[in-house]
């Protein structure tokens, strides 16, 4: 099992961009798929961005495409999460996490997934 840990969030503006980074150790992360899910309080843990094992394109949940980016460096064994743009409404806890094995799966339900980060707040505010 891979452990993952995230960093980087924080509190900005609306509009304002922000990074997370989520380092892998344990295991090679290039052998994982990988994903980003957020959850605010009382809701359901919602899908924000995944990218598949051997893969450099990255799947996006429809409140996010267009301002956030997934993508890896695997020498550093980390995935980040670029948040550009952002809303009132990013503001949430956000999680990074990892499925091995097998390439084809849901990559927007958070089940798939067995190795989780301990997640990083991210506020937008004015």
Known sequence: ?????ESGGGLVQPGDSLRLSC???GRNLS????GWFRQVPGKEREFVAAMRRGFDNGYY???VKGRFTIFRENAENTVYLQMNKMKSWDTAVYY??????DNAYYLNRASEYESWGQGTQVTVSS
Do not use: D, I, T
């Open 1 to 5: 099992q891979v452990q993952l840990v």
């Open 23 to 25: 380092v892998a150790s």
């Open 31 to 34: 052998a994982y798929g990988v």
């Open 61 to 63: 949940g429809n409140a």
């Open 96 to 101: 990074c996490a990892a499925k091995g094995g």
